[in-house]
Protein backbone atom coordinates (compact mmCIF):
# COMPACT_ATOMS: atom_id res chain seq x y z
CA UNK A 1 0.00 0.00 0.00
CA UNK A 2 1.43 3.43 -0.78
CA UNK A 3 1.99 6.58 1.25
CA UNK A 4 -0.19 8.49 -0.94
CA UNK A 5 -3.17 6.08 -0.22
CA UNK A 6 -2.46 6.24 3.86
CA UNK A 7 -2.39 9.91 3.12
CA UNK A 8 -5.62 10.73 2.09
CA UNK A 9 -8.13 11.11 5.13
CA UNK A 10 -11.34 10.29 6.35
CA UNK A 11 -12.00 14.53 5.47
CA UNK A 12 -11.11 14.13 2.06
CA UNK A 13 -12.96 11.05 1.06
CA UNK A 14 -16.00 12.12 2.16
CA UNK A 15 -15.65 15.55 -0.03
CA UNK A 16 -15.45 13.14 -3.13
CA UNK A 17 -19.14 12.20 -2.53
CA UNK A 18 -20.80 15.57 -1.41
CA UNK A 19 -22.96 17.20 -3.53
CA UNK A 20 -23.52 21.00 -3.50
CA UNK A 21 -26.18 21.16 -0.75
CA UNK A 22 -23.90 19.14 1.27
CA UNK A 23 -25.61 15.75 1.31
CA UNK A 24 -23.33 12.92 0.98
CA UNK A 25 -24.63 10.62 -1.89
CA UNK A 26 -22.44 7.41 -3.09
CA UNK A 27 -23.37 5.09 -5.59
CA UNK A 28 -21.11 2.38 -8.11
CA UNK A 29 -22.66 0.03 -10.60
CA UNK A 30 -25.29 -2.96 -9.61
CA UNK A 31 -24.78 -4.29 -13.01
CA UNK A 32 -22.39 -5.49 -16.14
CA UNK A 33 -21.37 -2.33 -17.87
CA UNK A 34 -22.90 -2.21 -21.50
CA UNK A 35 -20.82 0.95 -22.62
CA UNK A 36 -22.35 2.54 -26.33
CA UNK A 37 -20.63 5.64 -27.89
CA UNK A 38 -21.80 8.23 -30.58
CA UNK A 39 -20.49 11.07 -32.58
CA UNK A 40 -16.94 9.71 -32.59
CA UNK A 41 -14.32 7.67 -35.48
CA UNK A 42 -13.42 4.31 -34.33
CA UNK A 43 -10.27 4.95 -32.87
CA UNK A 44 -11.65 7.04 -30.11
CA UNK A 45 -13.86 4.50 -29.78
CA UNK A 46 -11.60 2.20 -28.63
CA UNK A 47 -9.48 4.30 -26.75
CA UNK A 48 -12.89 5.22 -24.70
CA UNK A 49 -13.89 1.64 -24.74
CA UNK A 50 -9.93 0.79 -23.64
CA UNK A 51 -10.35 3.05 -20.99
CA UNK A 52 -13.54 1.77 -19.28
CA UNK A 53 -12.28 -1.48 -19.49
CA UNK A 54 -8.72 -0.27 -17.27
CA UNK A 55 -10.81 1.45 -14.66
CA UNK A 56 -14.06 -1.77 -14.19
CA UNK A 57 -10.99 -4.01 -13.69
CA UNK A 58 -9.22 -2.07 -11.27
CA UNK A 59 -12.67 -2.10 -9.58
CA UNK A 60 -13.35 -5.54 -10.07
CA UNK A 61 -16.15 -4.96 -11.60
CA UNK A 62 -17.70 -6.50 -14.79
CA UNK A 63 -18.52 -5.21 -18.51
CA UNK A 64 -20.86 -6.44 -21.11
CA UNK A 65 -21.81 -6.48 -24.57
CA UNK A 66 -25.30 -5.74 -23.78
CA UNK A 67 -27.67 -5.16 -20.69
CA UNK A 68 -30.65 -7.56 -20.99
CA UNK A 69 -32.69 -4.75 -20.31
CA UNK A 70 -31.66 -1.90 -21.45
CA UNK A 71 -29.58 -3.05 -24.40
CA UNK A 72 -26.41 -0.26 -23.69
CA UNK A 73 -26.86 1.08 -20.49
CA UNK A 74 -23.83 3.50 -20.50
CA UNK A 75 -24.51 6.31 -23.30
CA UNK A 76 -21.48 8.44 -24.71
CA UNK A 77 -22.41 11.88 -26.76
CA UNK A 78 -19.70 13.93 -28.67
CA UNK A 79 -21.10 16.99 -30.34
CA UNK A 80 -20.45 20.70 -31.03
CA UNK A 81 -23.44 22.23 -30.11
CA UNK A 82 -25.74 21.17 -27.45
CA UNK A 83 -28.78 22.31 -29.72
CA UNK A 84 -27.70 19.21 -31.17
CA UNK A 85 -29.06 16.54 -28.24
CA UNK A 86 -32.58 17.89 -29.33
CA UNK A 87 -31.86 16.96 -32.52
CA UNK A 88 -31.46 12.80 -31.50
CA UNK A 89 -34.30 10.68 -31.88
CA UNK A 90 -36.02 9.90 -28.45
CA UNK A 91 -33.27 11.12 -26.28
CA UNK A 92 -36.28 13.24 -24.42
CA UNK A 93 -37.59 9.91 -22.93
CA UNK A 94 -34.48 9.34 -22.07
CA UNK A 95 -33.33 12.46 -20.53
CA UNK A 96 -37.23 14.19 -19.03
CA UNK A 97 -36.60 17.86 -19.19
CA UNK A 98 -34.36 17.73 -21.83
CA UNK A 99 -34.92 20.90 -23.68
CA UNK A 100 -34.74 22.86 -20.63
CA UNK A 101 -31.53 21.64 -19.45
CA UNK A 102 -30.11 22.12 -22.72
CA UNK A 103 -31.06 25.24 -22.26
CA UNK A 104 -29.44 25.88 -19.01
CA UNK A 105 -26.04 24.06 -20.42
CA UNK A 106 -26.47 26.19 -23.30
CA UNK A 107 -26.67 29.33 -20.56
CA UNK A 108 -23.63 28.23 -18.27
CA UNK A 109 -21.04 27.33 -21.58
CA UNK A 110 -20.84 24.09 -19.70
CA UNK A 111 -19.24 21.69 -21.81
CA UNK A 112 -19.61 18.10 -20.37
CA UNK A 113 -22.69 16.79 -18.19
CA UNK A 114 -23.38 13.20 -16.67
CA UNK A 115 -26.95 11.94 -15.56
CA UNK A 116 -27.84 8.60 -13.90
CA UNK A 117 -30.52 6.12 -13.30
CA UNK A 118 -30.39 3.88 -10.23
CA UNK A 119 -32.11 0.54 -9.63
CA UNK A 120 -34.04 -0.61 -6.84
CA UNK A 121 -31.09 -0.70 -4.32
CA UNK A 122 -29.62 2.44 -4.83
CA UNK A 123 -26.86 1.23 -7.22
CA UNK A 124 -26.06 2.87 -10.79
CA UNK A 125 -28.68 1.20 -12.91
CA UNK A 126 -27.40 3.40 -16.40
CA UNK A 127 -25.56 6.52 -17.38
CA UNK A 128 -25.46 8.91 -19.86
CA UNK A 129 -22.25 11.17 -20.69
CA UNK A 130 -22.84 14.19 -22.43
CA UNK A 131 -19.56 15.84 -24.43
CA UNK A 132 -19.40 19.00 -26.32
CA UNK A 133 -16.32 18.97 -28.27
CA UNK A 134 -15.31 22.87 -28.49
CA UNK A 135 -12.80 24.71 -27.61
CA UNK A 136 -10.54 23.75 -24.50
CA UNK A 137 -12.38 20.53 -24.57
CA UNK A 138 -11.28 19.61 -28.36
CA UNK A 139 -7.61 19.94 -27.31
CA UNK A 140 -7.85 17.31 -24.90
CA UNK A 141 -5.55 14.06 -26.13
CA UNK A 142 -8.30 11.19 -26.53
CA UNK A 143 -6.47 9.25 -23.99
CA UNK A 144 -6.68 11.81 -21.10
CA UNK A 145 -10.29 12.44 -21.83
CA UNK A 146 -11.19 8.56 -22.52
CA UNK A 147 -9.72 7.69 -18.41
CA UNK A 148 -10.98 11.14 -17.10
CA UNK A 149 -14.37 10.30 -18.19
CA UNK A 150 -13.72 6.37 -17.21
CA UNK A 151 -13.02 7.27 -13.73
CA UNK A 152 -16.17 9.99 -13.39
CA UNK A 153 -18.55 7.25 -14.22
CA UNK A 154 -17.30 4.60 -12.50
CA UNK A 155 -18.69 6.04 -9.55
CA UNK A 156 -21.72 8.28 -8.95
CA UNK A 157 -19.03 11.48 -7.38
CA UNK A 158 -19.75 14.24 -5.45
CA UNK A 159 -20.69 17.81 -7.75
CA UNK A 160 -17.23 19.17 -6.73
CA UNK A 161 -14.92 16.08 -6.66
CA UNK A 162 -12.26 16.81 -9.25
CA UNK A 163 -12.91 20.85 -9.40
CA UNK A 164 -9.95 21.81 -8.22
CA UNK A 165 -7.81 18.77 -8.83
CA UNK A 166 -7.92 16.53 -11.88
CA UNK A 167 -8.24 12.03 -11.28
CA UNK A 168 -5.33 12.00 -13.64
CA UNK A 169 -1.28 12.85 -13.12
CA UNK A 170 1.27 12.89 -15.18
CA UNK A 171 4.59 10.59 -14.69
CA UNK A 172 7.41 12.85 -14.83
CA UNK A 173 10.01 10.28 -16.03
CA UNK A 174 7.82 9.23 -19.25
CA UNK A 175 4.89 12.02 -19.43
CA UNK A 176 2.40 9.51 -19.29
CA UNK A 177 -0.67 10.14 -17.97
CA UNK A 178 -2.10 7.97 -15.18
CA UNK A 179 -5.06 7.82 -12.65
CA UNK A 180 -3.81 9.04 -9.22
CA UNK A 181 -3.05 6.47 -6.78
CA UNK A 182 -5.63 7.43 -4.09
CA UNK A 183 -8.27 7.44 -6.89
CA UNK A 184 -7.22 4.28 -8.02
CA UNK A 185 -7.80 3.15 -4.31
CA UNK A 186 -10.76 4.54 -3.24
CA UNK A 187 -12.12 3.16 -6.70
CA UNK A 188 -11.24 -0.43 -5.90
CA UNK A 189 -12.44 0.02 -2.38
CA UNK A 190 -15.47 1.31 -3.08
CA UNK A 191 -16.39 -2.19 -5.12
CA UNK A 192 -15.32 -4.47 -2.07
CA UNK A 193 -17.87 -6.81 -1.76
CA UNK A 194 -18.49 -5.92 1.43
CA UNK A 195 -19.05 -2.48 0.73
CA UNK A 196 -23.05 -1.52 -0.41
CA UNK A 197 -23.62 -0.58 -3.82
CA UNK A 198 -25.07 2.93 -2.48
CA UNK A 199 -24.83 4.99 0.86
CA UNK A 200 -26.49 8.08 1.98
CA UNK A 201 -24.68 8.59 5.49
CA UNK A 202 -21.20 9.98 5.61
CA UNK A 203 -19.78 7.20 8.04
CA UNK A 204 -19.15 5.04 4.53
CA UNK A 205 -16.64 7.24 4.00
CA UNK A 206 -15.22 6.24 6.95
CA UNK A 207 -15.15 2.75 5.62
CA UNK A 208 -14.07 3.42 2.52
CA UNK A 209 -10.69 5.14 5.02
CA UNK A 210 -10.60 2.05 6.67
CA UNK A 211 -10.27 0.07 3.49
CA UNK A 212 -7.71 2.23 2.52
CA UNK A 213 -5.47 1.56 5.42
CA UNK A 214 -5.59 -2.01 5.74
CA UNK A 215 -1.89 -4.23 4.33
CA UNK A 216 -2.09 -4.78 0.70
CA UNK A 217 -2.66 -8.64 1.55
CA UNK A 218 -5.60 -7.91 3.25
CA UNK A 219 -7.19 -6.76 0.53
CA UNK A 220 -9.78 -8.97 -1.56
CA UNK A 221 -8.48 -10.26 -4.88
CA UNK A 222 -10.73 -9.18 -8.31
Known amino acids: MTAQLRDLTPEQIEALFTRNDGAYAFARWGRPVAPIVFGVQDETLKTLKGALEAVMTLAGHQMAETDPELGSNLMFFFFRDWDELLEVPDLNRLIPGLQPLVARLK ?31 AQIPAETMALTQAVQVALMWGDAAFAEASPLAVLPETGATILRPEIAGVIAAAYDRMMPVAADDKSHALRLFARLQAPAADQPQS
Open 107 to 137: EADASQYRAFRFDDQGGIKAGFVFLRMKGAM
